[in-house]
């Protein structure tokens, strides 16, 4: 079974309460969902694996570590997903980004495909699949599966907020992915909502409605 990793740092509480808050216009919701993916950036990164290189400081030759090993891949989920993708290219800018379209249907709440784009060598990468909700967990399986039928073996999903529906589900459908999350939340309502959760992240990232 995968893990579930609930990054309570207090810098990402804080931020979080800010992003719940509906009085939170876009301008500043984009800019703290950024924050946010940045902070859990540090989290999801920390079991890179390292080498020891040898440089010259201007005092003396030393051994020193550098990151090595697979190449990463972020992979948002349209839209919403695109809110998290530049806080975390800041912290590994060499990652390629690759992106799925889906939307949940508002009277099924399946997920719908309309666009995939992903690097040519994403089964060779360790993948990050972006999403800053995870209520009925439909579109972050569908987007799992996508990308296991493209050769991907390497994925972990993060979240800003879930329900512990949407965890099942995509540990139900995926065993071996872990899940990262700034919040898990209490329940879905009856529309597919998370509760307390944060409204459609979508809508509140890009003004729509
Ligand atoms: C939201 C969210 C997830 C999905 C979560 O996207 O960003 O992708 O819903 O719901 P689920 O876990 O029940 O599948 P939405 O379908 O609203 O599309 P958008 O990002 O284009 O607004
Ligand atoms: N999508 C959202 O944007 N918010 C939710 O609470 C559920 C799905």
Do not use: W
């Amino acid at each position: 079974m995968s893990k579930v990793i609930e990054v309570n740092h207090p810098l990402i509480q804080h931020k979080i309460t800010l992003i719940r808050d509906k009085h939170t216009g876009s301008k500043d919701f984009r800019q703290l969902v950024k924050e946010v993916s940045m902070l859990l950036g540090y989290e999801i990164t920390r079991d890179l694996p390292l080498e020891e290189v040898e440089i010259e400081t201007p005092i003396m030759k030393t051994k020193s570590k550098m990151l090595s090993g697979k190449k990463l891949g972020i992979i948002p989920i349209l839209r919403a997903g695109l809110g998290m993708v530049d806080g975390i290219l800041e912290l590994i800018p060499a990652a390629k980004v690759g992106h799925i379209g889906l939307y949940r249907d508002p009277e099924t709440l399946k997920p719908v495909e309309y666009y995939c784009k992903l690097p040519a060598d994403v089964g060779e990468r360790e993948l990050i699949v972006v999403d800053p909700m995870l209520a009925t967990g439909g579109s972050a399986a569908a987007a799992i599966n996508f990308l296991k039928d493209r050769g991907a073996t390497n994925i972990k999903l993060v979240n800003l907020i879930a329900s512990p529906e949407g965890i099942a589900e995509v540990q139900k459908m995926h065993p071996d992915v872990d899940i990262y999350v700034a919040s898990i939340d209490e329940k879905l309502n009856d529309h597919g909502y998370i509760v307390p959760g944060l409204g459609d992240a979508g809508d509140r990232l890009y003004g729509t409605k």
